[in-house]
């Protein structure tokens, strides 16, 4: 098993633009959510997942959105980049909601100018 | 609203010696708690958990962790500290979410130091 992966691993952007960053996981894991990291912060919950179709907010979703159309992907779209938005983004991922322990993956570097 | 308090940003220690992380809580009902550790530009590993039974719990790579109830504290330990322990803890506490899911509350992180 490859486990959670996630795409870019570094991502330069202008404010404004939009993009995508990946991820996915080959566990059949149904629980799905992204965090980001931000120095002195730990990590603060973005958005999740309880299984495909269905997606909930965390404590920080302005700026972002999410989809999970399969089990295996849960992409999170910025639609237009600022630079608050300057973080370190991990997914995570567990078999389900209830379960206790997440998987991460080991995260995405994104730099908005 | 739970949380997690990591009361030190860094924690020095020479190798071969025993070493401690520590942690405290605030929730409300029974606690669900975890320790993460992050190396250099790599995500997150889970080490540690404890959900109930037995007060110490042991995890990978040598770590336990010693749950206190009446100190509300979550301790991580380890009896000999090596170089390569040198790491990004994260203390966690388990939140359930109104829309089923659930939220990790983590500390602010406290980087292990350890020399030679």
């Known amino acids: 098993n490859a486990g959670v992966t996630q795409t870019p691993k570094f991502q330069v952007l202008k404010t404004g633009q939009s993009m995508t960053l990946q991820c996915a996981q080959d566990m059949n894991h149904e629980y799905m959510s992204w965090y980001r990291q931000d120095p002195g912060m730990g990590l603060r919950l973005i958005h999740y997942?309880?299984?495909?179709?269905?997606?909930d907010q965390g404590e920080v979703p302005n700026g972002y959105n999410v989809s999970r159309s399969t089990t295996e992907d849960f992409p999170l779209r910025l639609l237009s980049a600022a630079p608050s938005q300057t973080s370190v983004y991990f997914c995570a991922s567990s078999y389900s909601a209830r379960q206790e322990t997440q998987y991460f993956g080991p995260g995405t570097r994104l730099l908005v100018l | 609203a739970q949380s997690v308090a990591q009361p030190e940003d860094q924690v020095n220690v020479a190798e071969g010696n025993p070493l401690t992380v520590k942690c405290t809580y605030s929730v409300s009902g029974n606690p669900y708690l975890f320790w993460y550790v992050q190396y250099p530009n790599r995500g997150l590993q889970f080490l540690l958990k404890y959900i109930t039974g037995d007060n110490l719990v042991k995890g990978s790579y040598g770590f336990e962790a010693e749950f206190n109830k009446s100190q509300t504290s979550f301790h991580l330990k380890k009896p000999s500290a090596l170089v390569s322990d040198s790491a990004l803890y994260f203390c966690?506490?388990?939140?359930?979410?109104?829309?089923?899911?659930?939220?990790?509350?983590f500390g602010t992180g406290t980087q292990l130091k350890v020399e030679l």
């Open positions: 966690a506490v388990r939140d359930i979410l109104t829309g089923g899911g659930n939220k990790l509350t």
């Open positions: 997942s309880v299984g495909a179709g269905i997606t």
